[in-house]
C-alpha cells in the first residue's frame, strides 16, 4: 500500500524569497517520487522525479527535491520564488517496480506568489 | 509537438444526456488513462488503458465507460450524466512500464458541468 501526504494546502511567499512545499510519503517497498505542476487552466506537467538514484533531484526552473527516506519525505525547493511559480503543485508516489497505473496522487498545495 | 488533446474543453449538460469526451495522443504512449479532479482530492483515476482493447478500472469508475480501439483514442463516456459527475477532468498517458513509467502527459482538462 502506498499514499502520500502534502502537508500544507496553500502556500504564500513573496517574490524572491525561498519556496517550501512538503511531503510526507508511505509505501511498503521502496517508492519512486514525482511532483507535478499545474498552472491555471492548465494539464498537470512534469517538474521532477526520483527513481533510486542520487537523493537531491533537480528539475525544471530552478525547483528541486530531496528524497529523505528516514523522514518518508520528499519536500520540493526553490531559493528564489518567481510570480510565474505560482501554481498548484502534486506529490506523487508510486512502486519503484509499479506501473503508471500505481501512482498516487497528493491533494496538491496552492503556491501563491505575491509582489 | 508532443500532446495529449481533449475535446470539449468545457462543456454545460443535464442530467441524464449521455455525452463523450474524446482524448487522442500522438506520442505512440501504450498506457492511458483518465482522472477527475476536484477541490481538496487531488487526482483520482476513473479507468486506465494499458494497450489496445486492454481497459481496466481505476479508483472511482462508477457512471463512467471508456474504450480503447487504436492506440491513439481513448475516448471517456458519461451514459447518464449526474450531477456528482460535476467536475475537471483529464486525459493523460505515458509510455505505461520501465524507467519512465510515473512521466504522464496530460491534456489541458475538459470542465464538465452537469445541471
Known amino acids: 500500500a502506498q499514499s502520500v501526504t502534502q502537508l500544507d494546502s496553500h502556500v504564500s511567499v513573496s517574490e524572491g524569497t525561498p519556496v517550501l512545499l512538503r511531503c510526507n510519503y508511505s509505501?511498503?517497498?521502496?517508492?519512486?517520487l514525482f511532483w507535478y505542476v499545474q498552472h491555471p487552466n492548465k494539464g498537470l506537467q512534469l517538474l521532477l522525479k526520483y527513481t533510486s538514484a542520487a537523493t537531491l533531484v533537480k528539475g525544471i526552473n530552478g525547483f528541486e527535491a530531496e528524497f529523505k527516506k528516514s523522514e518518508t519525505s520528499f519536500h520540493l525547493t526553490k531559493p528564489s520564488a518567481h510570480m510565474s511559480d505560482a501554481a498548484e503543485y502534486f506529490c506523487v508516489v508510486r512502486l519503484l517496480s509499479g506501473s503508471a497505473r500505481q501512482l498516487t496522487f497528493g491533494s496538491g498545495t496552492q503556491l501563491t506568489v505575491l509582489p | 509537438e508532443a500532446q495529449v488533446t481533449q475535446n470539449p474543453r468545457y462543456l454545460i449538460t443535464v442530467t441524464g444526456k449521455k455525452l463523450t469526451v474524446t482524448c487522442s495522443q500522438n506520442?505512440?504512449?501504450?498506457?492511458m488513462s483518465w482522472y477527475r479532479q476536484d477541490p481538496g482530492l487531488g487526482l483520482r483515476q476513473i479507468y486506465y488503458s494499458m494497450n489496445v482493447e486492454v481497459t481496466d478500472k481505476g479508483d472511482v469508475p462508477e457512471g463512467y465507460k471508456v474504450s480503447r480501439k487504436e492506440k491513439r483514442n481513448f475516448p471517456l463516456i458519461l451514459e447518464s450524466p449526474s450531477p456528482n459527475q460535476t467536475s475537471l477532468y483529464f486525459c493523460?498517458?505515458?509510455?505505461?512500464?520501465?524507467?519512465?513509467?510515473?512521466?504522464?502527459?496530460f491534456g489541458e482538462g475538459s470542465r464538465l458541468t452537469v445541471l
Open positions: 493523460a498517458s505515458s509510455l505505461g512500464r520501465g524507467a519512465n513509467t510515473g512521466e504522464l502527459f
Open positions: 506520442m505512440n504512449h501504450e498506457y
Open positions: 509505501s511498503s517497498y521502496s517508492p519512486s
